[in-house]
C-alpha cells in the first residue's frame, strides 16, 4: 500500500511539470535555453529574493545568486546556497546495479542485482520553492533469495516567503529492510557523498536508527515545520516542530514516536556571521511498552554563511532528561555541521551527542553520530567521492547481562564517470561493521559484527539529459 502511494506521489510531481516543460518546448528559437542542455527546467534565469534580515552582502548581479536563508534555530542545517543561475528542474533516471556482497549471509559471499528508479525535482517561483527526491529499487541477492527485497525513500519540502514571513513544511519516507545509517540496503545514500537540493534535519528533528539489527523491515518517517519571522533586519524568531516515528513491519523489536518543539531568536552579528538562543521540547514514546522519555534543553548557538562557499553552525547547552526508567538527570547536548566549498571539490562534516530514542533495540539511548564526506571533480566527466561515519549508542536504563552499548561505522569510496548526455557510471567500494558489548540482545536480533564489504557498478540512464551541477 505504501508503495503505491509513493508512485502516485511522483505521478503527480510529474503532473504538475510537464504543462511547464511542453510550453518551453514550444517557445520560438532564441527565446529560451538551447535544448537538450539538461533536464526540464521551467522559468529560466528567475531572481530569488533573499530577505535583508538573512545579513547576505551579496555581489551586484544577484539574480544569479541562491542564498541560503535558513536560520540557526531552523529545523534544518544550514546550506552554503548556490551562485549558480535559480531553475526549476525535475531528473527522473533509471538504475541498474551489481555488487557482490562478502557480509549479508555471514561467511558466505553473495551478489545483488538491483532495477530501480530515481526522480529531483526543484521548482522555484517568485516566493516559494518545491523541492524534494525519491530514491526505490527492487534488490535480488543470489544464491539466497530469501534476502530479497526493496526500498524507497522520499523527501518532500515546500517554502512559502511573503513580507517578513517564511513557511517551510517538509516529510521524510523511508520503508527499508535496515538500519538507514551508512545506506548500504538503501542504494548506497550516505556512502555516496553525493550532493542533495535538500538541507539535512537537525539530529534532534529526524529518527534515531543508528543501531544494525537482523534484517527487518521497517518504515521511518519524518513530518515538520516550521515559521520564521523577521522583527528587524538583524533579529528574527522562529517556531518550529516536528513528528518522527520508527515503525516495524517484523515483530520483536520497538517502535517510537518522538514529538519535538523548538522556539528560536536569531541575531545577525555581522553579514556572514550570527548567534541564536533556542529551547528545544522532546518527547518520546515506546511500544509495545508504555515507556517515556522526555529532555528540555536551552542551546546557544554560533553561524557563518558565505554563499557558495560556507556554511558553518555549532550549538551546545544544558539538558533536563525525564525518563520512566530512571530518575531526573541532568545532562548536555552538542551538535555541529559545516559545508565547505571550493572551485572543484564539496567538503562535509557533523557531529551530533545528545539522548535519542534507541533505534528500535533501546528505551532510550545517549548517542554520538559523526560523519564526513569529499566529492571532488577530477574532470568534465570523471568525478570521485570518500565518506565514512561513526556511530555510538549507550542504553539509558542498562540491565545486568543485557547488551548495554553498540558502536557503528562505515565508509566508502566512489568514482564516477557521465558518458553523454543521458549515462553515468559508478564504480564504488562500501564498507560497514558494528560492534556490541557482552550480553544478550535486548530485541529478537542484534545485528552481525562481522564486516560487510560490497564492490560493484552502478549504471544510471537519464532521459532528460544529467543535470550538469
Known sequence: MKSKQIIRTCVAVLALYMPAAQAQAQQAPGTGPIAPVGPIRQGGERQMPVPGARGLALEPDSSQVRADTHTLSSIETLGIGSLALVRSIIDPSFVFSQFGDTGITPGTKSSSTSLGVNLSFDRNGSRSRLTGFYGGAQVLYYPDSSYNTAYHNLAVSQEIRWARWVLRLRDDLLISPEASFGGLDIGGRGLSGDANTLNSLQPSAGVSDTILTQRARRLTNTASGEVNYSLSRRSI?????????????????????????????????????????????????????????????????????????????????????????????????????????????????????????????????????????????????????????????????????????????????????????????????????QGAGRGTCPVLACGSTQSRQTLGITLEWHPWSIDPR
Do not use: C
Not at 539522548?355 to 570521485?384: C, E, I, K, N, Y
Not at 540491565?399 to 564504480?427: C, E, P, Q
Open 237 to 433: 524568531v522562529t517556531f518550529a516542530g516536528s513528528y518522527a516515528s520508527l515503525n516495524f513491519m517484523d515483530p520483536g523489536f520497538i517502535d517510537s514516536r518522538r514529538i519535538t518543539g523548538r522556539v528560536g531568536y536569531d541575531y545577525a552579528l555581522a553579514p556572514k556571521d550570527s548567534i541564536a538562543l533556542f529551547y528545544d521540547y522532546r518527547r518520546t514514546d515506546f511500544s509495545p511498552t508504555s515507556d517515556r522519555l522526555q529532555t528540555d534543553s536551552f542551546q546557544l548557538s554560533y553561524g557563518r554563511k558565505v554563499t557558495g562557499r560556507l556554511a558553518f553552525q555549532i550549538a551546545a547547552g544544558p539538558l533536563l532528561l525525564h525518563s520512566s526508567l530512571r530518575e531526573r538527570t541532568l545532562d548536555w547536548t552538542l551538535s555541529g555541521a559545516m559545508t565547505y566549498q571550493t572551485g572543484r571539490s564539496q567538503y562535509s562534516l557533523s557531529y551530533a551527542r545528545a539522548p535519542s530514542s534507541g533505534s528500535g533495540v533501546f528505551l532510550g539511548a545517549d548517542s554520538h553520530t559523526v560523519t564526513a564526506s569529499m566529492r571532488h571533480a577530477l574532470t568534465q566527466s570523471w568525478s570521485s567521492s570518500l565518506s565514512a561515519g561513526y556511530a555510538f549508542d549507550q542504553n539509558l536504563a542498562p540491565a545486568g547481562g543485557i547488551v548495554s552499548r553498540f558502536h557503528n561505522w562505515y565508509s566508502s569510496a566512489s568514482v564516477k564517470r557521465t558518458m553523454g548526455r543521458h549515462l553515468r557510471l559508478d564504480l564504488s567500494y562500501r564498507f560497514q561493521q
